[in-house]
């Protein structure tokens, strides 16, 4: 079972975006998958800094995007990828001082409402803007 299901509404019509909002999705249920089957500290450290690099990444990406076309709601888009990137430090954090850390429910929380929330909102706002 998937945290976060990749849907076809998520799509905004942006290969390479689109493509990195997929692999996002798939290193979230890969860490999923790894907590159910009870993985080590070391492991799960390792996935969460993979996966916050890839984001910053990715956000880099469409920044440069919203930079490139002179989108109108940049300032207010790239607070919610800073807002993302700080919770996933606190998640982080909270992991590496307490490993006993609820940080299952942390994922369900925090990052399944603000990626599907975000690609049908924010992200398909950018597509539209593109056109």
Known sequence: MNLIEWKREYEIGIPGVDFEHEHLI???NGLYA???????TATVSDVL???YAKISSHF????NIMQEHRYDQY???K???ERLLDEIREIM???DRNPAFAFEGALIERLTPWFTVHFKTKDARLHKAMR
């Open 34 to 40: 790894k907590l159910k089957d009870h993985c080590s």
């Open 60 to 63: 880099a990406l469409e920044e």
């Open 49 to 51: 800094a993979e996966i």
């Open 26 to 28: 798939a290193l979230i």
């Open 93 to 95: 954090d909270s992991f």
């Open 79 to 81: 607070a919610d990828h």
């Open 75 to 77: 300032a207010e888009h």
